[in-house]
């Protein structure tokens, strides 16, 4: 009798578990949603798991850089903040590319004390889903500054329902991905100018260990025929990560002294899971999750810390290397989501800052 309690006690405690953490709040409807929240959930596990593992590692020393420009997308809230936090502490000059600058530079007032830190805080208008928008935003920087030393991919969104940005593009695919991609390409002149033997600039773009379960639907990038908001995220997670292994081979090539990594934060206790079930249990983000201060720190290793020098093309998570998907091994799948995007932004040699 005891044995069958403590088993429907059993079921029932992973049947919440399931309930309460699904990416979405509605109850899968298809087979394919399914199969979607199990891979997810494993996924989750895994994550939790591994940032509990590597707690010890998932570290970074931060020292003075006042002479560095960075360049961040977001960072008004969640991960980012803390970014921003931390390139402060190093006296950098911090460029915010978000889309409200006056609350965002209320939001890094509340953590820094802006007038007597040493960095220098400029927030911008971005909307990273915008292309118009991002073409604005380089087009400032390049005529501001001369070179870029760090360019931190951060902005993003996950779960959320579809819909189609200004340019006809899924907002997680133009979002995560696709804005990025184009800020990149315009930035990359003044990464290069700031790049120099021994001390390469650094492109950061933040991933998600999701890209594991990820797959880029080229038949139909945009997933309006199947549409289901955690496959429109692990797409476009994976889509950086495919992204990043194909512009090192790219600055290989080039010699240029600029290097492109990868990183998973962990799984962060931020706003980010605002469409998801978790958002019904508070207790268990704060209890399992990582805090944003904790989840910023692989990113900004991988954008200052001395140890990866040269790295480039790295998936980092917790502190040190990770597992991704196995399409990011093969160079043929990350120069076809290149091309791909080049051909759909009509961009005719990535990296020139031209349109
Ligand atoms: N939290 C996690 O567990 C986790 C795990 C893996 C990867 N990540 C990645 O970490 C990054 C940061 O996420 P987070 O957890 O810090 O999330 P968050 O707290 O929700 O912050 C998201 C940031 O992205 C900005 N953003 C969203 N859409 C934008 C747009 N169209 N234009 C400009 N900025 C935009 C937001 O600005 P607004 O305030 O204007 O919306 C905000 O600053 C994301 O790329 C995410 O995929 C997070």
Redesign the pocket.
């Known amino acids: 009798m005891l044995g069958a309690l403590l088993w429907i006690f059993f079921v029932g405690l992973l049947l919440c578990a399931f309930l309460f953490s699904k990416t979405t709040k509605e109850f899968p409807k298809s087979w394919f949603e399914w199969k979607t929240e199990f891979r997810y959930q494993y996924i989750g596990i895994v994550g939790l798991v591994h940032d509990a593992q590597y707690k010890a590692r998932d570290r970074v020393a931060l020292y003075k850089q006042a002479d560095r420009i960075a360049v961040i997308?977001?960072?008004?809230?969640?991960?980012?903040l803390r970014i921003v936090e931390k390139l402060l502490a190093c006296d950098m000059t911090v460029v915010m590319?978000?889309?409200?600058p006056k609350s965002a530079e209320t939001a890094v007032a509340s953590i820094v004390d802006l007038k007597t830190t040493k960095g220098k805080l400029i927030c911008e208008q971005?909307?990273?889903?915008d292309l118009n928008s991002v073409k604005a935003f380089a087009q400032l920087i390049k005529e501001r500054y001369s070179k870029v030393d760090l360019l931190l991919n951060?902005?993003?969104?996950?779960f959320a329902p579809f819909k189609l940005t200004a340019d006809g593009y899924e907002s997680h695919f133009a979002?995560?991905f696709l804005g990025h991609f184009l800020l990149t390409h315009l930035l990359l002149p003044q990464l290069r100018a700031a790049g120099k033997e021994g001390k390469n600039a650094r492109i950061v773009n933040?991933?998600?260990?999701v890209n594991l379960i990820g797959r880029i639907n080229y038949k139909d990038i945009n997933g309006t025929k199947n549409y289901y908001p955690g496959t429109a995220y692990s797409q476009s997670?994976l889509a950086q990560i495919l992204f990043t292994r194909h512009l090192q081979t790219v600055l290989d090539a080039e010699k240029s002294h600029v290097q492109v990594n990868v990183v998973?934060?962990?799984?962060?206790d931020?706003?980010?899971f605002e469409h998801s079930a978790t958002t019904s249990v508070p207790i268990f983000k704060k209890l399992f999750?990582k805090t944003?201060e904790r989840?910023s720190r692989t990113v900004v290793f991988a954008a200052i810390d001395p140890s990866i020098e040269g790295q480039g093309g790295t998936y980092l998570s917790n502190g040190g290397k990770g597992p991704f998907h196995p399409d990011a091994r093969k160079p043929a799948k990350c120069e076809q989501l290149f091309q791909f995007s080049c051909d759909l932004l009509k961009i005719q040699q990535y990296g020139n800052g031209e349109l």
């Open positions: 997308t977001g960072g008004n809230r969640g991960i980012g590319g978000v889309r409200d971005l909307d990273v889903g951060n902005a993003g969104i996950m979002i995560n933040v991933s998600s260990c997670k998973h934060p962990g799984i962060v931020t706003d980010l999750f944003p989840g």
